[in-house]
């Protein structure tokens, strides 16, 4: 692919890049890569949802031209919607294509210790194909998507900047900036590690906040955390209506709504019939076997009266606390921890066996209860039944026969447990999968613990009324505990007015949340990204599906043909699909590369102005995405940052309301303002007058 051309403003010395950490690999197993020169993130985020710009600015210091493959440590919840890289000062851009990710890695063995540590359980893998001269750059900029974790208020946002594992040497630049945006009140925005702040602004329902490093070495990550108000629950959506001609299907309308419920300390709880399945087999032993104890200790210390409960814990062969689930009360908790400190770790991994024995004791059950079975495993089932699709409809069938809804969550401990496996039993039953580091045993489960104690609506399903929405995810829906949210999506062909009721049940009768929402009937630019979180959420449905069939079977392939499809077509990074070169650009450039007109400047008007301004330009091609405007005063400080969501050909314009980041009045004076498209720059220049 040719250079994208680049208009360049005369004050281009003003503007940033987004850089950030991942690693060009000349070598994996002897650790050689070129040098990191300098980094930034650019995270945008709105209700949860996180758009993030992450670049590299690497230099060949190597003796030689060389080519090199890039990986980047992608968080297990992150979708990677795009990558370029630019060599020589030429752009060049990814296309999705339908190959599975080539992760085959440069060098005579493996990769090293460190950087197998480095990128983690889901690194993302792109071959560089250019020669990289000695001594030149070469820049790399992915761009992904990621639903943050949410827990009682609290939004958790972290970003891999650690690059000890890889570089000692110093970074010339590390900056950081975050941009958020809540329907929700922002109670605070603060950031946990210890980076300077450069700058910081909370208004509210806005916040923005700055790091800025020079000349010092990247050694520790971006942590950052923001809370929400708590009195201010319900359901927030987001709605926008694309035109079919610039889709590549039909049913332009796409939601996204959170939705969490009433938290206060009045609401009643659901008993709990609940059941914990330890594995002590004897690659339990040593650490995991006790944090496996001081788990299983925290857990029955925190039931509630009304709470039955029993503990099965297998290795070759099964034992149990109690035939049948017991009232919790001081009595049988006691025996219970003593029964727990008793646990030792030996012998097979015998998972179905342990399903034997727990999953018929919930048929003295019923649905008034919230019937749950938390199961932690760090190995594959090496005796009893063994193969995947037969455990799971064994356990599958179980469940069926006791004539009850029991959610099973399953923990994962460890690089050897059987993931699709711990996935499958999960989805099949209201559950969740999640996967732990040996030493996260403890911590990990005694939280998730916490949340799940009081649910407050279960069975949960959702009707519309008029029934105008459509591929509804994640399906099926999720049951609600107390500070959780549930997060939606969906399709609509008809925009309007529509009702939604979330149903469901507790305190054994029906329970209905009803919410009015108002669907767009045009394309709202700054919701851009619910194409992406729609289709991130049915893939995310569909490898369930693709997961519990034989992969070489008709049904598993038809799937996996839809999730390629979907992944291609909606740029959405599937495990069927990665980042490739584009085919073919020299000969039909026109239709990747943007031209000087593709972007217009109108100007800001009035110009000059007393206390407002808009800021007005112009697109003349389709270019999706986030476009920031960034406004300096006359000596090149950043004053302000502002951001538009571009959908589409037309006129946008941005309103300035002469404000700062600390939200005083700009003074009087010369200002200049950068409009950012990611390839393109343009620039002008404005004067308030007071």
Request: proline content about 5%; glycine content about 6%; overall charge negative.
């Amino acid at each position: 692919m040719r250079a994208k051309i680049i208009s360049i403003f005369i004050l281009m010395i003003f503007v940033s890049s987004g850089f950030s950490n991942g690693v060009a690999i000349v070598d994996a197993t002897n650790n050689v890569y070129f040098r990191l020169l300098s980094n930034q993130v650019e995270v945008t985020v709105e209700n949860q949802v996180a758009v993030i710009k992450a670049t590299n600015v690497f230099q060949n210091n190597l003796t030689a031209d060389t080519t090199i493959k890039y990986a980047f440590p992608m968080p297990e919840n992150g979708s990677a919607i795009g990558l370029r890289w630019q060599v020589e000062g030429q752009w060049y851009e990814a296309i999705i294509s339908p190959q599975p990710p080539d992760t085959s890695l440069p060098g005579p063995g493996g990769p090293s210790v460190n950087l197998t540590n480095f990128l983690g359980e889901t690194p993302l893998y792109f071959d560089v194909e250019q020669q990289i001269k000695q001594d030149s750059l070469l820049i790399v900029e992915l761009t992904y998507v990621q639903l943050l974790k949410y827990d009682l208020g609290d939004v958790d946002f972290l970003f891999p900047n650690n690059y000890q594992l890889i570089q000692n040497e110093v970074l010339e630049l590390q900056q950081l900036d975050f941009d958020l945006v809540s329907s929700r009140t922002i109670e605070s925005l603060e950031l946990l590690s210890s980076h300077p702040i450069t700058a910081f602004n909370n208004t509210g329902n806005t916040a923005y906040l700055q790091c800025q490093l020079f000349e010092a070495p990247a050694n520790q990550d971006y942590r950052l955390r923001y809370r929400l108000d708590l009195n201010e629950l319900g359901l927030f959506d987001f709605s926008t209506f694309i035109p079919d001609t610039l889709l590549p299907d039909t049913s332009g309308g796409f939601l996204l709504f959170v939705a969490e419920p009433d938290p206060s300390t009045t609401t009643s709880v659901i008993d709990k019939v609940f059941t914990l399945i330890i594995d002590r087999s004897g690659s339990m032993s040593g650490n995991k076997i006790v944090q496996a104890r001081d788990a299983s200790r925290f857990i029955v210390d925190s039931l509630n009266a009304g709470d039955k409960f029993n503990i099965v814990d297998f290795a070759s062969t099964v034992s149990a606390f109690r035939n049948s689930h017991v009232p919790y009360a001081p009595q049988t908790r006691d025996s219970a921890l003593t029964y727990i400190s008793n646990l030792n770790a030996s012998g097979l991994t015998n998972i179905s066996g342990a399903f034997d024995v727990a999953v018929p004791q919930f048929s003295a059950a019923n649905d008034s209860t919230a019937n749950i079975i938390i199961f932690f495993t760090d190995g594959m089932a090496t005796t009893g039944i063994t193969s995947t699709s037969t455990l799971v409809e064994h356990i599958d069938q179980l469940v069926t026969t006791t004539e009850t809804n029991v959610m099973i969550f399953c923990f994962g401990i460890g690089t050897d447990a059987d993931e699709q496996l711990l996935t499958l039993i999960s989805a099949h039953n209201n559950g969740l999968a999640e996967f732990l580091k040996n030493d996260e045993l403890y911590s990990r489960i005694t939280k998730f613990y916490l949340k799940i104690r009081n649910p407050v609506l279960l069975n949960t399903s959702i009707t519309f009324n008029p029934p105008i929405l459509h591929e509804i995810y994640p399906d099926p829906l999720p049951n609600l505990y107390i500070g959780q949210q549930m997060i939606v999506s969906a399709r609509y062909l008809q925009p309007g007015q529509v009702e939604i009721n979330l149903n469901g049940t507790a305190f054994t009768h029906p329970v209905v949340y009803q919410y009015e929402v108002n669907l767009s009937d045009t394309a709202a630019n700054r919701y851009q990204f619910l194409t992406k979180i729609w289709a991130k959420q049915k893939i995310e449905n569909m490898l369930v599906q693709y997961y519990s069939y034989d992969p070489n079977s008709a049904q598993a392939l038809a799937i996996k043909e839809q999730i390629v499809w979907l992944s291609v077509n909606y740029g959405v990074i599937s495990p069927f699909t990665s980042f490739n070169p584009p085919i073919g650009i020299e000969e039909d450039e026109e239709l990747l590369t943007y031209t000087p007109n593709s972007f217009e400047l109108i100007g800001n008007f009035p110009n000059p102005f007393n206390s407002t301004t808009k800021i007005q330009f112009k697109v003349n091609q389709f270019a999706p995405g986030i476009v920031k405007i960034k406004i300096f005063d006359s000596l090149g400080q950043l004053m302000q940052i502002l951001t538009i969501q571009v959908n589409g050909e037309g006129i946008y314009e941005v309103l300035w309301d002469g404000k700062l980041f600390n939200g005083q009045e700009a003074a009087s004076g010369l200002y200049i303002y950068i409009i950012d498209f990611g390839n393109t720059v343009l620039g002008g220049k404005m004067m308030l007058i007071k």
